[in-house]
């Protein structure tokens, strides 16, 4: 008998809600893998009031429920991240990576998958991964939500291998993100601990592929392994671009455990 496939950890990006990568989860699901979208606290609800916005902490957290929730089943996981969500997914593994050989633990995270993602070294946080990278204009109320400011200058850098109408229908999805989420440090590196996986977006204007290339070899570098890099040649949302291709990578990732 085959060995069951491990379940996936999906990890939104900023101003994204967890209906943002349907495309892709329910392409990945009818593959026959258990696929799982987390509601990060640092992303506002699209409808009635705001709550306070979350830390990157409290996404680290939402995740880290998620997998344990998997774990408990015995479970072996894969935590893919998107874009911002690569920093809170790196954080949120402490404690949950398999460990082989134990007769404690049957389940666990046994790869990180980035795509597009924001990845820090320790003590680093999102925002400075994104300090060599072009400025998108935001507005901060005082709540500390983060609102885009020009939805067609964020359509062109999110959506900027799609139609401009395609990108701006996009972009009319995103709500608003914390302020905070972005400063915070990471005090964990999970990518020190598990194999690492990278789809690196060659077209991609919020996150370039300079940056992400720099985030790639700093992982190689912390952890002592080299990253399983896969290169498209779309822009930061291939979820919504090329679903297809994103579906390729996540079953060949998935498949490498």
């Known amino acids: 008998m085959s060995a069951p496939k491990p379940s996936i950890v999906l990890v939104p990006g900023a101003f994204a809600l967890p209906e943002f990568y349907e495309s892709v989860t329910t392409r990945v699901a009818s593959q026959g893998y258990e696929i799982h979208v987390v509601r990060l606290p640092s992303v506002a609800p699209s409808a009635g009031p705001l709550p306070p916005p979350g830390t990157m902490y409290d996404d680290a957290a939402a995740i880290a429920r998620e997998i344990a929730r998997l774990v408990d089943q015995e479970k072996e996981v894969v935590v893919l991240a998107h874009s911002y969500g690569g920093t809170p997914a790196s954080q949120s593994i402490q404690g949950l990576v398999k460990r082989e050989g134990s007769s404690e633990q049957a389940g666990g995270v046994?790869?990180?998958?980035?795509?597009?993602?924001?990845?820090?070294?320790?003590?680093?946080?999102?925002?400075?991964?994104?300090?060599?990278?072009?400025?998108?204009?935001?507005?901060?109320?005082?709540?500390?939500?983060?609102?885009?400011?020009?939805?067609?200058?964020?359509?062109?850098?999110?959506?900027?291998?799609?139609?401009?109408?395609?990108?701006?229908?996009?972009?009319?999805?995103?709500?608003?993100?914390?302020?905070?989420?972005?400063?915070?440090?990471?005090?964990?590196?999970g990518y020190q601990d598990v194999p690492v996986s990278y789809l690196l977006c060659g077209g991609d204007r919020v996150v370039p592929a300079g940056v992400q290339q720099a985030a790639i070899d700093m992982v190689a570098r912390e952890s002592g392994r080299e990253v399983d890099v896969t290169v498209v040649a779309t822009g930061h949302a291939p979820v919504v671009s090329a679903p297809e291709l994103v579906v390729d990578w996540i079953v060949q990732v998935v498949g490498r455990e």
Do not use: K, N
Not at 110 to 134: E, F, K, N, Q
Not at 140 to 151: A, I, L, N, T
């Open 110 to 189: 046994v790869r990180l998958a980035y795509m597009a993602a924001l990845v820090p070294p320790p003590g680093s946080a999102a925002m400075h991964v994104l300090a060599d990278a072009p400025r998108m204009d935001s507005s901060v109320d005082e709540q500390g939500w983060m609102s885009h400011v020009d939805r067609a200058a964020i359509a062109a850098a999110c959506f900027s291998d799609m139609p401009p109408d395609e990108g701006m229908a996009w972009t009319r999805r995103f709500t608003r993100h914390s302020a905070a989420s972005m400063a915070d440090p990471l005090t964990y590196a």
